[in-house]
């Protein structure tokens, strides 16, 4: 009683320092408020959607329905020279007879993202939130529209400050410290959490020629509502000696201090790597390094378009022990993009949570992905069930993007690797295909298709761990959209669109295999 009391008056405590700074920045905000330059955008949605199986039902059960949606929204931009942005969306999604169950039904969507420079190139300010509708488990899919029992609302709210002083030529300083608020309806399964992370870092100024240094430390503590809370903590510190521009030799010393239960993927204690890095020329560089802790890492450039990086480390000591790589490749022509992304990380869904973007989803070559009438796509992949569990990550994103006159073409792949590190689940891997052409044949009428893949494996959270899943998920959409300027008030553009949509589940869990056909005519108007 008196740990978790303990934990309580934590909990509380950092509360009121987010709150403290958040009205910090409003009190700085509100200096220039006066010179901000604001442009509202108000919007209204009008949609209609006929499912053929709107609760996704297993074959045999069935049930369609018309699922009625008027959605106004306002979307707020602010600019003041420089020192202030501000970006405010919000639409209040009314729908009827979602589900078939013949009942009105309100959801919010929102997004803030704000920044201030408080003293120019010194010190920053920022303020964040959200709120939105997620799948409590990933394997189930289907989004507001569905109305099933799956779908839960998640908010998350925080603030951050920034300041990069100067020590004159001796050293250049960055801290950062972030406080942010998970939340969600469902905190059973997910505990709310308070997140607190600070970031420290030392580089060498330009008084040390031949010897250069740099000091870093970071800590991340998340404070879970009823739950154990999570720490991540890691100090280190590298000191290079430069025998000329193009070769150096270093030293890195630290300690990794983590806390949370954990399946031999993390060791707390001191470690260190000794090493070499050459230089030739501007476009390649190689680094090597060994000890308890050892990587090797390399860099190139084949032309100023053209970048290539990859590396692999062996840790004995820190987070994701054992050996892990890293790399990633881009490359750009006059009408296409490559894009390849590799990397593995220690994470919860918490932090996820806080990344996501409800307003704006992309694809794996980060291009913009929107609904019909300009909402998010819904069903967000790589969100993984809601758990308190902290996952090991092994994530990979490849894409590539075609354009021409009239038409853009995408292909796109991604694959991820989650284990989990205290859970009924041990690892589960996801990985998928998705694919668009954009073809606008007129002036104002364009038509989208899409088709794309998905496919689970491994344990879940849901089930005890002598039953895996097998769970393949295919998806087609074809639209047609035509954008028309308006004459009348204040109105500037109306987007008129007719879209199907196909989804097919097979799934080993017979309550997660379904097919869905889907038609939504939808308008769309900016004011």
């Known amino acids: ?126 303020a964040r939130s959200s709120y939105s509708q997620a799948n409590i488990s990933n394997l189930r899919g289907g989004d507001n529209i569905n109305n099933l029992d799956t779908r839960t609302n998640v908010w998350t709210a925080g603030t951050s400050v920034n300041w990069t002083p100067h020590f004159g030529q001796f050293a250049d300083a960055n801290v950062s410290i972030d406080f942010d608020y998970v939340g969600n309806d469902n905190a059973e399964q997910l505990a709310n959490s308070m997140n607190l992370s600070e970031s ?42 430069w025998v000329d521009r193009r070769f150096n030799f270093f030293g890195t010393v630290g300690y990794a201090n983590n806390s949370f239960q954990n399946l031999d993927t993390n060791t707390n204690g001191v470690f260190y790597t000794v090493g070499a890095q050459w230089k030739p020329n501007w476009y390649f560089d190689v680094e090597a390094g060994y000890g308890n802790n050892w990587h090797v890492v390399s860099n190139l450039s084949l032309s100023r378009r053209t970048h290539l990086s990859a590396g692999y480390n062996d840790r004995s000591v820190g987070l994701n022990t054992g050996g892990a790589w890293n790399a990633s490749l881009n490359h750009s022509t006059k009408r296409s993009s490559w894009n390849f992304t590799y990397s593995e990380d220690t994470t919860t869904v918490q932090q996820i949570l806080l990344e996501d973007t409800p307003f704006i989803f992309v694809d794996a070559g980060g291009n913009p992905l929107l609904g019909n009438d300009g909402q998010p796509i819904i069903f967000n992949a790589s969100l993984p069930t809601l758990t308190n569990d902290v996952l090991v990550r092994r994530v990979a994103n490849a894409s590539v993007s075609y ?29 998928g295909a998705d694919a668009s052409w954009n073809w606008q044949f007129s002036l104002r009428t364009g038509l989208l298709l899409s088709p794309s893949w998905q496919r689970i494996t491994g344990d879940t959270v849901e089930v005890p761990t002598d039953v895996s899943v097998n769970q393949d998920r295919y998806q087609f959409i074809a639209r047609m959209t035509r954008t028309m300027p308006l004459r009348f008030g204040r109105s500037r553009l109306l987007n008129a669109s007719i879209e199907y949509r196909f989804v097919q589940q097979e799934a080993d869990l017979a309550v997660n295999t379904y097919m869905e056909n889907r038609v939504t005519a939808s308008l769309f108007m900016n004011f």
């Open 403 to 431: 354009t021409t006159g009239k038409s853009s073409f995408q292909l796109g792949g991604f694959y991820e690797k989650r284990e989990y590190q205290n859970s009924t689940a041990d690892q589960q891997t996801v990985y």
């Open 1 to 126: 009683m008196g740990s978790m009391g303990t934990k309580r008056q934590n909990y509380n405590k950092v509360r009121r320092l987010i709150v403290l700074i958040g009205a910090t920045y409003t009190i700085f905000a509100q200096t220039s408020v006066s010179a901000i330059d604001f442009r509202f955008t108000p919007s209204l949605t009008f949609q209609e959607t006929y499912s053929d199986n709107i609760n996704l039902a297993p074959k045999g059960l069935e049930k369609g329905a018309f699922v009625t949606e008027i959605s106004p929204g306002i979307s707020v931009r602010g600019i003041n020279g420089g020192r202030l942005n501000a970006n405010f969306d919000y639409r209040m999604q009314n729908l009827f007879n979602a589900g078939g169950d013949r009942q009105a039904q309100i959801n919010h969507q929102l997004q803030l993202d704000t920044d201030y420079q408080v003293i120019r190139n010194r010190l920053n300010v920022a």
């Open 200 to 241: 420290i870092s030392l580089i060498s100024g330009s008084d040390f020629k031949h010897i250069t240094w740099n000091a870093n430390f970071d800590n991340s503590t998340q404070f879970r509502d009823n739950e154990d809370n999570v720490s991540f903590q890691n100090t280190t510190a590298t000191i290079r000696a």
